[in-house]
């Protein structure tokens, strides 16, 4: 028997194709897999990266807003200054809107200071707070609301006003001598004065005279503002717990806030025989004081005065 053996080289080259083909397609998912784990691996990279970067942002805002709620403002709050004005200047320099303020002032219940206790305001009162928001120089954060300041200032005037209480021997009640003190404030310019115009408070009191001091109808003519000048005879008549010209004795309360130097006065009134004074004109506050009615209307004023007007520096014009 005769064999043969065919050898046939192009299907030897098909097989060794068709092996090479089934391992380069047995390397596609491979390298496409490959592929994808660095797309991921790379965009979470990016992902990562990015949310890092608006944590550190965030972290940093968050940073910023707390330096700057935690700035000291420094707030300067001028002697004989209404509660009125007070919030009129704090919204003007930026601190608080003036009603939050006003509103802060009127809720007396949370404040901690055992003296608002005492404070009995009468019918009519504006502000019970009025007259023991200490005028001073304070510090706080910027992010402290209007509590925090008036507590601050509730907190000096108590330490102020224990201070100076310990050397008074009168008989006048916190309410009452803070009451002068307000008038003095807003009457005498002039510090040397402030025991003379005390005297005459006390004297006219003592004789049961109507007060007749200007200031007093001005805090309800003005709103608490004291942004007139002048006291038109009208405004004489206007009938309110504070208008001295109209009820006799201390009106209903302070009328501004005192620094320390009205308060003294209002405690250590000067002991003397006048019942009146009026302004001389000068430059320098001064008054003129007089112990009778005609001596009052006879002492020279270099000061003007207009026909529909009191002479606005003036008190105690009529005999009553």
Not at 48 to 77: D, P, S
Not at 164 to 173: H, N, V
Not at 194 to 221: C, F, H, S, W
Not at 249 to 274: Q, R
């Amino acid at each position: 028997m005769d064999l043969y053996l065919d050898f046939d080289h192009n299907s030897r080259r098909r097989r060794r194709g068709r092996r090479r083909g089934r391992r380069n397609r047995s390397r596609v998912p491979f390298v496409i897999g490959v592929i994808i784990l660095l797309v991921v691996i790379v965009a979470g990279g990016i992902f990562a990266g990015r949310k890092y970067m608006a944590y550190r942002q965030q972290k940093a805002e968050e940073a910023r807003k707390l330096a700057e709620a935690r700035r000291v403002v420094t707030v300067m709050i001028p002697e004989g200054y209404s509660i009125d004005m007070i919030a009129k200047r704090l919204e003007k320099q930026g601190v608080f809107k003036a009603d939050e303020f006003i509103k802060a002032a009127k809720n007396t219940d949370q404040y901690k200071n055992d003296f608002i206790k005492d404070i009995d305001p009468k019918k009519g009162t504006k502000y019970k707070l009025e007259g023991y928001l200490y005028p001073d120089t304070y510090k706080i954060y910027k992010s402290s609301k209007p509590e925090d300041l008036i507590q601050k200032m509730l907190d000096n005037f108590d330490k102020k006003y224990s201070a100076l209480a310990k050397s008074y021997k009168g008989k006048r009640s916190m309410a009452e001598i803070m009451t002068i003190a307000s008038m003095i404030e807003r009457e005498a310019s002039n510090m040397s004065e402030r025991p003379m115009i005390a005297g005459v408070i006390e004297n006219r009191l003592a004789a049961k005279m109507r007060l007749q001091i200007d200031p007093t109808v001005l805090y309800t003519t003005t709103n608490g503002l004291y942004n007139a000048k002048k006291v038109y005879y009208k405004d004489l008549k206007v009938k309110t717990v504070y208008n001295t010209y109209v009820m006799k004795g201390l009106p209903a309360g302070p009328i501004c806030n005192p620094s320390d130097t009205a308060i003294k006065a209002a405690m250590h009134p000067k002991k003397h025989d006048y019942l009146y004074y009026r302004t001389d004109g000068s430059k320098k506050g001064t008054h003129i004081f007089t112990k009778t009615f005609d001596e009052h209307k006879n002492a020279k004023s270099t000061s003007t005065k207009d026909k529909n007007s009191t002479n606005s520096t003036n008190t105690t014009n009529s005999k009553s």
